[in-house]
């Protein structure tokens, strides 16, 4: 019978930790094997890495989802242009300007302006918000996260103020991007995003789904070797929960386990990186951001979004906090922090390389 520890899993860690790499059958093993020791041991490893870089601070991202149009159409979201069941909603400019005011109120010292890919908003709108914003907080970060847009327009958007970028890559594996978007959309453009992204200097996140349909332990190997080619400031990663109104919607839910188990192995690949620990993880496990924080996550990002539209912006089932208003949003976020015995950072919450 197999102990709960074992040597090999125990060495593989000793070695990811020292050494920033992991070889493909390593990455195997880790995500396989099972015993609870073993993975206590890879959970351990990786706090230990985020106390030595972050000292137990989480920071916190007042999420604002401003609109829930989409031009695209990929298959696993539930704002993808062809659902027509979506309910959808626009936050006018002074609703988005109050949303931050109020976060600011709350202690927030960056806003992430989250939406689908959105024609209403042209590169114009984008820059006035982003300036008004940055006028308004000037000692606060800002976040897009509007998706594929071309070289210019994110020159605009960093010039117009913006510190930061979030877009998924979603899965690094062509042929798997393939299988979860329509042919119009392509893994080729949306990493050339990411450089571009990088070259004009955003804090860059990329990341994944976990458990999306298709997904192999290979594509998420080349997950890897992607960020360790890219090298973001930061790394979404969430389990892929089915939307009703989609193609996958009777496909199983990505698993809580191995999204935790890549937080820990992400956080010992890249000890400053931001890691996040998402939404969609505490949709998927009622204490799931509490189990990533202790996996190596250090960001939490609670809804600023006015709360007569939370429950439109649903990317997939059963999503958390559609009925909570900000305030209450923030109390219980810090309150989740607190009971595993970390705290809510002050600052700006930039990654090491870029904080002054
Ligand atoms: N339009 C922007 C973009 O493309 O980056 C931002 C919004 S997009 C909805 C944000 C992220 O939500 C996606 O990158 C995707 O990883 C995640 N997402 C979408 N559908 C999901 C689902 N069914 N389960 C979990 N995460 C999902
Ligand atoms: Fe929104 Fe808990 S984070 S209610």
């Known amino acids: 019978m197999k102990t709960d ?14 050494t920033r790499n992991i070889t493909r059958d390593q990455f195997a093993y880790l995500l396989q094997s099972d015993g609870e020791d073993n993975i206590e041991y890879l959970f351990e490893a990786a706090r230990e890495v985020s106390e030595m870089v972050f000292h137990k601070e989480v920071y916190l991202r007042g999420l604002i989802e401003f609109t829930n149009y989409c031009r695209n159409n990929c298959y696993y979201c539930g704002i993808r242009c062809g659902n027509a069941n979506a309910d959808r909603y626009r936050l006018t400019e002074e609703e988005i300007l109050s949303c931050c005011d109020m976060g600011e109120i709350l202690g927030f010292k960056t806003f992430v302006l989250q939406g689908g890919e959105d024609p209403f908003f042209t590169d114009e709108k984008v820059c006035a918000l982003v300036r008004k914003i940055k006028e308004k907080h000037p000692s606060c970060a800002v976040t897009l996260s509007i998706g594929e847009k071309s070289y210019e327009s994110y020159k605009k958007y960093f010039d117009a103020g913006a510190d930061r970028y979030l877009l998924r890559h979603e899965t690094a594996n062509e042929e798997h991007y393939s299988k979860l978007h329509p042919g119009s959309m392509s893994g080729a453009d949306r990493k050339q995003c990411l450089r571009n992204l990088k070259e004009i200097g955003f804090q860059v996140g990329c990341g994944i789904m976990v458990g999306t349909p298709f997904q192999t332990v290979d594509n998420m190997y080349e997950d890897i070797l992607f960020m360790q080619e890219l090298q973001p400031h930061m790394i979404g990663i969430g389990p892929f ?23 820990a192995i992400l956080r010992l690949l890249f000890p400053k990186v931001l890691l996040p620990a998402t939404t969609a993880l505490g949709t998927a496990d009622a204490i799931g951001r509490e189990k990533g924080i202790l996996a190596g996550a250090n960001v939490m990002m609670p809804n600023l979004s006015p709360s007569n539209v939370r429950d439109k912006y649903l990317l997939y089932d059963g999503k958390i906090c559609t009925g909570d208003e900000a305030a209450e949003c923030n109390q219980c976020m810090r309150k989740r922090v607190e009971n595993i015995g970390y705290h809510v950072a002050d600052t700006r919450g930039d990654h090491p390389d870029f904080a002054n």
């Open 241 to 263: 929960i089915p939307h009703k109104d989609t193609p996958f919607k009777d496909e199983p839910e990505g698993s809580v386990d191995i999204t935790l188990r890549l937080l």
């Open 5 to 18: 520890m074992d040597k090999e899993f125990k060495s593989i860690v000793d070695s990811l930790k020292d």
